[in-house]
């Protein structure tokens, strides 16, 4: 009876290389998972930037030719 029988040096490193994407599979799968729980996209909302100079303009922060200028730039990037 042979304990410890993989063959030869590739079988251990097969193995080896096996374990480490099953892991890294793992760790993504629960990555996303998580990121889908949690409702991140991972994706940045331009629109998020507009609206709150629209709330700055209407507190009376900023004035019209700040908020033109402010806005041209947020829409040219």
């Keep these: ?8 040096g ?3 490193a097969m ?3 096996s374990n ?3 892991l890294a599979l793992l760790i993504g799968g629960g990555y996303l ?11 940045a909302r331009p629109d998020r930037a507009e ?4 709330e700055r303009y209407a507190r009376g922060e900023i004035d019209e030719d700040e908020y033109q200028r ?5 829409q040219h990037r």
């Design 51 to 54: 609206q709150l100079l629209g």
């Design 10 to 12: 590739w079988g251990m």
């Design 15 to 17: 193995m080896f290389f």
């Design 20 to 22: 480490l994407i099953f």
């Design 33 to 43: 998972v998580y990121r889908a729980v949690r409702g991140d996209t991972g994706t």
């Design 70 to 74: 402010r806005l041209g730039v947020l």
């Design 1 to 8: 009876m042979m304990w410890n029988s993989y063959g030869s």
